[in-house]
């Protein structure tokens, strides 16, 4: 009685303190909204958050680095931006990008990426080059391991050219072409069973360095044994990182590859550019990749919203036999050099030289396709810098929001969002744990943050003119830090912060 008596005694003083905490912290909490100082404040803005299906009219607080608020009350800021009429949407992530300088990045930037993966082809001497990006990035930036160079590294004779690449990765030059010119010598060579547990062996090494999974862009070492790319989907299953393939060619067959590799080996598999890999059966690779999805396969893929797509012209996309596989001839090759459309005897001449060319190659309608298929991502597959480079470089986002959205409605504006914010997001999660914090506009999220104009966003960079800005994207901001404010660049600030694998030791 006695034990009861005194539990019964505690437990009236308890809630003789507790009440007055309680509403204490009620009203602390109502009145923090209005005393709490945010670093920015973004107000009346369209809020859409994309996991959550909020798509109001509110206020974000950021505080540091983080969403520290969502709110109807007005907010008190350092800075408060006027956002009404604008979406403020998550930042964009785009998964395939080739440009690895703030040139690229800041043409990105005007399209709203906040966050810019190099994960088709990834990248090379893969550590040094992360450290060669700290503070200096005005996105957030990361890669994959780059397959085809841990191969190259492991055949022994090709020891000077592996370290001479080494000064143009640290330069930070991104010419895609010096990588693939160097790297792709050894691209038909067939490999001995040691230099084979070497390539293992290096993917491993270059995974605890940071790479967010594994880049298998087969489609440049096409004639490359069907073994040797199983045995590294395998290592990819055992070790659950993220394959992305570009496929072997642009056929149904190529896509079925890839798809057999991830099912018996249980490798996660994100198939790059479908729209291009596909061409007229984009419908049937879209099936494919469904119902493989829905027998519990972790299975993805992404494109692009051009009817062109670009790469090197020394590629082995282009050896003999390219026109039947890719239905094209001469005139529909451009030479992003000069803008020239190519002949018998410039394509040639060219490819000899090597450079990167602009394939007119799909049809507008297999591009709707893909952009209207549920849980297939929007990334711009965005080449190095060059006057006339792939317009995708620039205005991939903004062309979906601008073009697929608002002028055709192929889809609406809250899955478009979501398409270029939560799904890469998600995807990602797995491999690289703190995009668990991208993606979203909710509180404790990281600010990685676009505002946009859903009424005048669109794209600018076209095929004859070249690289511009978007039009459309009012304000960036990058880690709680605007690096784009009322359509233009902030310059010296550099927000971005690297993405590393969950492998990084």
């Known amino acids: ?224 044994n069907p073994a040797e790319m199983y045995q590294v989907y395998k290592l990819a299953g055992e070790l659950n990182a993220l394959v992305y393939s570009h496929v072997r060619n642009p056929d149904i067959i190529s896509i079925q590859e890839a798809i057999t590799d991830a099912m018996l080996t249980g490798a996660p598999l994100h198939i790059v550019h479908i729209n291009s890999m596909s061409l007229g059966n984009i419908g049937l690779s879209l099936e494919m990749v469904n119902a493989a999805v829905k027998k519990g396969f972790d299975i993805s893929t992404e494109l692009y919203p051009y009817t062109a797509g670009s790469t090197g012209l020394q590629s082995a996309m282009f050896d003999e036999g390219w026109q039947q596989r890719l239905g094209i001839s001469y005139g529909d090759l451009q030479w992003v050099a000069t803008g020239e459309r190519l002949t018998k005897e410039t394509f040639e001449k060219y490819r000899k030289e090597g450079g990167v060319v602009i394939l007119h190659v799909m049809k507008p309608e297999w591009i709707k396709t893909g952009i209207a298929a549920p849980g297939v991502m929007i990334a711009s597959d965005g080449m190095t810098y060059a006057k006339l480079a792939h317009p995708r470089t620039a205005g991939t986002f903004s062309r979906v929001l601008g073009k697929y959205v608002r002028e055709d409605k192929v889809i609406d504006l809250n899955t478009a969002i979501e398409k270029m914010t939560l799904l890469p997001a998600k995807r990602l999660e797995n491999i690289a744990p703190s995009m668990r914090f991208k993606g979203r506009i909710q509180v404790g999220a990281d600010a990685d943050i676009t505002i946009f104009n859903p009424n005048t966003i669109i794209d600018k960079a076209t095929f004859e003119q070249g690289l511009e800005f978007s039009a459309g994207i009012e304000y960036v901001i990058v880690n709680g830090q605007f690096i784009l404010k009322n359509g233009k660049t902030v310059y010296n600030v550099f927000p971005g912060q690297a993405v590393y694998g969950r492998f990084k030791k």
């Open 1 to 224: 009685m006695e034990v009861h008596h005194h539990s019964h005694t505690a437990r009236k003083k308890w809630t003789h303190y507790f009440w007055p905490i309680l509403m204490l912290c009620i009203s602390l909490n109502a009145s923090a909204q209005s005393t709490i100082e945010y670093d920015i404040v973004l107000s009346g803005g369209r809020v859409i958050d994309p996991e959550t299906k909020l798509d109001a009219i509110r206020n974000v607080g950021i505080a540091n680095n983080r969403i520290a608020q969502i709110s109807t009350e007005p907010l008190k800021g350092k800075q408060t931006i006027n956002v009404s009429g604008l979406v403020v949407a998550p930042g964009f992530i785009d998964l395939h990008i080739h440009g690895r300088s703030n040139v690229e990045q800041e043409y990105q930037l005007h399209d709203g990426v906040t966050t810019a993966l190099e994960l088709e082809w990834g990248i090379e001497h893969l550590g040094k080059w992360y450290e060669s990006r700290k503070g200096k990035a005005l996105i957030n930036y990361g890669a994959s391991v780059n397959w085809p160079f841990e191969r190259f590294k492991a055949i022994g004779k090709y020891k000077s050219a592996v370290d001479s690449l080494l000064q143009i990765t640290l330069r930070g030059e991104s010419n895609i072409c010096a990588m693939t010119n160097t790297i792709l010598r050894a691209a038909t060579e067939t490999i001995s069973p040691a230099e084979m547990n070497q390539t293992l062996a290096n993917i491993k090494t270059s995974l605890s360095e940071g790479g967010i999974g594994i880049g298998a862009p087969i489609g440049y070492l096409p004639k490359s």
